[in-house]
């Protein structure tokens, strides 16, 4: 992760400077100041370069003086439009725009009206700074990305270090997500999998595993069918985090549950070639929910979680399961197996009943890349969103939309539950045809959550991006991480949520304009150092943080 | 059509159906036959009784728990039961029968004429056997006069839907787009005005969508425009229909399988049509158009090719990627011309993407639009007359991603297109049509656009719908239409 240290702003001496600027910011106060310090050069580089502020324009000056290798302009918009993710954009449109820059200073003053907003700058800095470098062993040093670190100038750098511990344990979280998702499938397997998620243990995260012969003695019918074609023997893994105070047992915890297929070539029914390697990432739900369970322990969520996933490899072979199979699940309903390569629903139908057995937990989410139907109802900007509650449904379409991780919810009905009847068994593994295909998945895994309040997730479209983001590099996006994060934070941590408040025009004005360009004018003057010297925030440890500061 | 008639005496030996309502004890003449048979007077249930009622037969006709829309599923049921077998050539066909809705409010005996009229239309049959559908349907009531209003706001919104069903059943060799416009001449009757702009008009206006669509076939394409006044003046609703008389997909040639059912491939505009016909027959107080883009997709040696670019009637201009993808394109100057009617609200129907039929299969069509009041509305009034929307989204992506280095905007995606690798083979297809009518609809009128491609046909061994029709195309929409005319227009 990108080392990340805030300070009282004051003019690098070397390295490249970012300047986030609103709209309304070009020609104010703010722009002046460091116009004067630069000796005029940023008022003559933003009319050559028309820079206007525009949200996601930048712009790059070169050797702009006073030390300076790269002046980048970020725009952010209009100001009345700022909010977390405006700034967390503009964190990462910042790195992009950094290039081969080593080390660079953001100044966050244009970004204010709320608490973490320096903090959130730094996120989506540190976001979409990650690589996935482990398996590029000929790359020529100077081809890499060198950014190291940032430092974010703003007007309160203690509070600004305290808000970025949360964003830090959240950023952890994802960037495992990402890791897992990016990993080939011959390097993570169901037991290397396993064997990962047992290092959160180092977090206070409890975890057990299950393998081959504890899921037979369990009678994990469905799930099993699955792995048996493969030489991979599969795994469950359930992870706990007891963030509460009270150490009770019996507290109702909530629940999220992941889909982890290591790799899916769609078994006897098998898929065809072009794109199939994408199928490595088809355990994205259960990456997620190892991100997650990462983050909450990070930042230490008040909040008891188990998370679950089902891993598992789906490959065609002699010992297979092969369409028209009838298996009994873990519920002990039966299933007749119509195309081996609708797998995820028979993995999670096993977890999900076993989940709700086992936790009675308040409410079950799971996250699954479960059909291509999704992505042809949807595209790739929403999630689908099935649930049997209006009201958990309604919270986790806000707590995306807060994160820019956006779910459209999508309907379930009797209707579409009678096309996975079955003449033989209790049901079957797809509908009849492509009409309604996600949605007849999602009646399927309905049949498996006995009336628990519960919510799925389909990320087929969303789990893995062909182009960068602003926060997110193209590829692995963990998708979900922040969502559950957030949702968690505002609805399970017996806190009210903390909405970042709309910001006052005159409020943040008035904060740039009177306070800061002062120190900064003391600051150009005299060299030395009536500034405070930059703090370099240091890391938070990464097993146990100390503070209990959990969230924005 | 079936004829239905109010009456207050059980005359003649006509076949009788009972709707029995499991909370409701059944007659004296029924209930201990029914008891031995152990009736329950479930929904689906039914049991024929010989000799209850002398020498007609009767049925009962099991409604089910009380639920929205119980009675009308009982009418249906009815009707199913009292026509016997259609395959049995050797019965004597049953051409009169009674529903008997004594007891039963006006409200009820209007559900009950709703699920009969939907059940016992008969769908254009050109085979030169005979005809044995039910003909007419009498009503035994306590009170006729007092059914009557109500039945006879029934049989308008039945008469629009039967339209819109015989207009879709309609084979492309007998409706063409010529003789679609000339049917549609037959509405002025009852008071519609209709404006028919041909090839002349559509080339003197530009309407250059809608023509290259058409322009690979033998009939020229129509642009028909049908205004119901109403009484209350003020700006019309505007429904906006597409009308493609026969689908073959153009260059981008549709494989052959299931390619008959492109016959189909104008329910939106018959949904429309027949819209207005109901409003008419209604006099509803609210006035309302329609404009119906009709025109045939043909595979020929003037057809449009993927990669033309076309000037569309807004003056916008479109780069052609998959002629399949047509719906849309004469969708965008048929929204440009409702847009220029000053209308209040606009309302598109089309049969328009494979895609919906994969997101929302045959139980809902897709919702999408620019005004959460029209679109509640319309969500409203689907729910109620038992054609459920579901909404749908129209995405920043979804617009970008018609983005076209030589046009203002591409109107689809081609196949596979979306991107590299799994993902890539699927495409949003609806959700990028929508993007693509709204940049045709304006920002400024609400506008919803019904994608209705998976509901406008009954298939065999396909289940859809509240409750079973014969195969062949459903009228899918008029009810909604009328409903939310109704609901939200006649004020």
Known sequence: MLDIAFAKASLPESGALVLPLAEEDLGGALMGEWDRLLGGSLARGVAAAEFKGRKGQSTTLYAPGGGLSRLVLVGLGKRESLDAAAAEAAGGN????????????????????????????????????????????????????????????????QAAKGEWASRRAIADGVFLTRELVSEPANILNPPEFADRLRK???????????????????????????????????????????????KKKDSQPIAFIGKGVTFDTGGISIKPAGGMEDMKWDMAGAGTVAGLMMALAGRKAKVDVVGLVGLVENMPSGTAVRPGDVVTSYSGQTIEVINTDAEGRLVLADVLSYCKKRFDPAFMVNLATLTGAIIVALGNEHAGLFSNDDGLAARLQAAGKSVGELAWRMPLGEAYDRAIKSDIADMKNVGGGRAGGSITAAQFLQRFVDGCPWAHLDIAGVAWGSKDQPTV????????????????????????????PAVEPEAAVSGVGSESPAMLAEGGASSDASIAAPEP???????????????? | MLRLRLTELPRGRHPLAFPALPEEALPAAYAPLAAVARFGAAEGEVLRLDGALGRRTAWLVGGGAPRPLRMEVAGALAVEALSG????????????????????????????????????HRLPDLSTRPRRALRRLDLLVDDAAAAAPELARVEAVLRGVGLARDLAAEPANRLTPTSFAERLLGLRKHGVEVVVHGQDWLERHGYGALLAVGQGSARPPRLVVLRWPGSGGGAPVAFVGKGITFDTGGISIKPAKGMEAMKGDMAGAAACAGAILALALRRSPAPAVAVLAIAENATGAASYRPGDVLRTASGRTVEVVDTDAEG???????????????????????????SIVSALGHHRAGLFGNDDGLRDAAMAAGDAVGEPLWPMPIGAKHRSDLDSAIADLR????????????????LPDACQAAAFLREFAGGDTPWAHLDIAGMDLREEGVEGGAYPLPPGPSGFGVRLLDRLVADRFET
């Open chain 1, 94 to 157: 910042a790195v992009a725009a950094l290039g081969k820059e080593a080390v660079a200073s953001v100044d966050a003053r244009a970004i204010g009206g709320w608490a973490g907003a320096p903090a959130d700058l730094a996120l989506g800095a540190a976001l979409r700074a990650w690589r996935f470098d482990r398996y590029r062993t000929t790359e020529k040093p100077e081809d890499k990305p060198r950014l190291t670190g940032i430092k974010v100038l703003c007007e309160d750098p």
């Open chain 1, 200 to 246: 959160l243990e180092k977090l206070g995260v409890e975890v057990e595993v299950f393998g081959q012969k504890d899921l037979e003695k369990l009678g994990f019918g469905s799930m099993l069918c699955v792995s048996q074609g493969s030489a991979q023997p599969p795994r469950m893994v359930v992870m706990r985090w007891n963030g509460t105070d009270s």
């Open chain 1, 473 to 500: 590099p193209k590829g692995a996006t963990a998708w979900g991480v922040r969502l559950l994060d957030r949702l968690v934070a505002e609805h399970h941590e017996g806190r009210s949520p903390v909405a970042v």
């Open chain 1, 537 to 552: 925030v240091a890391p938070a440890p990464a097993p146990r943080p100390s503070t209990r500061r959990a969230r924005r």
């Open chain 2, 85 to 120: 077998d259609p395959e049995d050539r050797e019965a004597r066909p049953v051409r009169r029968a009674v529903i008997d809705a004594r007891g039963l409010d006006p409200v009820a005996i209007g559900q009950l004429a709703m699920g009969a009229g939907m059940r016992g």
């Open chain 2, 328 to 354: 849309r394109l004469v969708l965008a100057d048929a929204l440009h011309h409702a847009r220029g009617l000053g209308p209040s609200a606009i309302i598109d129907l089309a049969t328009l993407t494979g």
């Open chain 2, 411 to 426: 109107h689809c995606l081609p196949v596979g297109g979306g991107g590299p690798g799994w993902v890539g083979k699927f």
